[in-house]
């Protein structure tokens, strides 16, 4: 019998319903209507009337989280030569919130806007790059030091606020080539400084200059990504987190793991979360190089990978969630309770399969993998059965 007129317009339920923010975990079930969430209960019973809703899901094995964030990739389909689309690459696998690592600037940043976020299911926000030709060439953003410049970043800031919550500066060799590091950073600190920013920061090799010089520049609410790389720079030395990078967390400073495939060494993270050390966020840095990669690049992927390394699991599943979002500054997103963003994603430890990092060592694991994306409301990705097939 079709309902005319049900209550809701999904409901989902789980073996395992997950918020770090609002310390729920247990089994449970979250209705939604429209964009939002309606009700979040939890219960070892399922009071819920199935034919309240139009869409019913249930996952005894699954566990639900809010919509997973992941601080930083490279959404973008024009203008980034690092560029994937986020409707067909991110979304789909359970980040349902991404922000994009500089993948436009000042000069850049109106078609960004127009192709990228305006275009996409896929919620996306910008650090946007010091340089004002973002990563737009093959050649690294930095190479002419003229594209830093401060002025026209602070300026697109002030026309987009709403979709930049920080600025990307990478200092590397790669992004610099023959420029000064020390001079882009310093144009970094300002336009972050004017903007009220924090900086997303890509590290320096230290013998070009010492690790412990950058983080001292940095400041609080800044975040550093690719923290478990074993080279050029490295965190971890004879099995401990350096001084530095211990301090640099004491003074507010924050850890974003920046996967990519070249950005993260298993061993380097398996010490660093031995000593006590862990990323404040996760992050896939996924690139337009890594799709048809086996095993898919994705969030759960990496959060796996996390796991394997010791990281535990409501500290994955908060560095995926609540962390990310207070970082961006996005109140009803990253939490499941009424009235924020209807964004779910549910995780299955599906695969055992491989994963490798920069070594080429792979360890074999079991790896969440995505059943079901919600985004805003709408069912992005469904690729598990259900107990009863949706009516709309
Ligand atoms: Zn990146």
Known sequence: MQLSNPQFDAIIRAGRIVCPQSGIDGPGHVAVHGDRIVAVEQ???PKVDPDSARRYFDFPDGILLPGLIDLHAHPANSGSVFGVSPDEHIVPFGTTTVLSQGDAGASTIDQYVDDTISASKTRILLAINLSRIGESTSHGCFENLDDADVDACVLAIDRYREIIPAVAVNVSHYACGETDPREVMSRGIEAAERAGLPMLFGMRRP????????????????????????????????GQVLPCVHHARERGILFDVGHATEAFNFDVAQAAINDGFLPNTISTDLQHFHIGQAPRHDLPLVMSELRAAGMPEDKVFAAVTSTPARLLKLDDTGVLRTNAAADLTV??????????????????????????????????????????????
């Open 347 to 392: 995780l299955q430890d599906r695969h055992t399969g491989q994963f490798g990092d920069m070594n080429e060592q792979s360890c074999v694991q079991t790896l969440w993998t995505s059943a079901l994306v919600i985004r805003s409301g709408r069912v992005i990705r469904m690729s598990s059965p259900v107990s009863r097939p949706g009516r709309a």
């Open 207 to 238: 013998e070009d200059w010492p690790l412990e010089q950058q983080l001292n520049l940095l400041r609080s609410g800044d975040i550093v990504t690719y923290c478990f790389r074993s080279q050029p720079h490295c965190i971890v030395q004879d």
């Open 43 to 45: 219960s070892n019973t």
